[in-house]
């Protein structure tokens, strides 16, 4: 059961590191790593995570899945389905998912997913930003405080989080997630727009279509869809902002 046990911890390196470590020690699926402050918090791609201590949930969640790596490649984008619709149902905001996995209000970052698999397990980490002011934050992004004006129960608002990703979780191992991926596509951050995705050193510009079930994104490249399956994307110089 996801959530089952939550490890909380004040200051650590990462969660992802810690969860790795109990896991190596035969943690089971489900266990939930929560830290107050990382000290080398990481993102996607290399990046660092960086929030100020006290004003993030921080946390990792373990998964063992007994799936092939390509049917769990949809658990990203899951995920991050469930963020959105738990802080929608909680906070009456309308989140957007950016493709591959983030959750953005009004068009500012408020929450990033890492997920890092091993043979047999997966890692979920989630950053979301709880009460910082928006200039102590990376530029273009927010947090949940100033995106709504409402003061956040961390520990309420985990346990909301920790059951949806249960959901979403038990869907994907049932093959039953349509009726998720049809709201991610909804909700799709640059949906229809011209896009320049950037992927180590390639580049590529073309229209966002949707996501596909797999969680690839298809783009169109100008006579051609083409299936992604990393990247970042940035809106692209012909791209008109709505
Ligand atoms: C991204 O958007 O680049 C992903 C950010 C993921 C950050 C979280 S915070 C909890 C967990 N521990 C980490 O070191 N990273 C993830």
């Known amino acids: 059961m996801i959530g089952r046990p939550i490890i909380r911890l004040d200051s650590v390196s990462s969660t992802q590191d810690i969860l790795f470590r109990l896991a190596a020690l035969g943690a089971g699926e ?17 990046r660092t995570w960086v929030a100020p201590p006290g ?33 929608a ?17 009004d068009g ?21 930003n709880l009460s910082s002011r928006p200039d102590n934050l990376p ?24 059951g949806s990703i249960e959901v979403r979780y038990r869907e994907l191992l ?22 320049v995705l950037r992927d180590g050193d390639r580049t590529l510009q073309g229209r966002v279509q949707c996501v596909r079930e797999d969680g690839a994104l298809l783009l169109d490249t100008g006579g051609e869809t083409r299936a992604i399956v990393s990247g970042e994307l940035t809106r692209g110089p012909r791209s008109v902002k709505p």
Do not use: Y
């Open 55 to 87: 004003e993030a949930l921080l946390f990792s969640v373990l998964f063992r899945p007994d799936l092939s790596p390509d049917r769990l490649s949809p658990l990203s984008i899951l995920i991050a389905d469930a963020i959105a619709t738990t802080l």
């Open 139 to 162: 530029e273009g992004a927010t947090s949940l405080e100033a995106a709504t004006g409402r003061t956040v129960n961390a520990d309420a608002l985990l346990n909301d989080l920790l």
């Open 108 to 128: 500012r970052k408020l929450c990033g997913i890492l997920i890092q698999a091993r043979p047999g397990i997966a890692v979920a980490g989630i950053g979301l």
């Open 30 to 46: 489900g266990a939930t790593v929560v830290a107050r402050h990382q000290t080398t918090g990481r993102g996607r791609a290399g």
């Open 174 to 195: 049932e093959g039953g997630f349509d009726e998720a991926m049809r709201r991610v596509n909804a909700t799709l951050h640059l949906r229809g727009e011209e896009v």
């Open 89 to 105: 149902d909680r906070f009456e905001i309308q989140p957007a998912i950016k493709w591959p996995n983030d959750v953005l209000v």
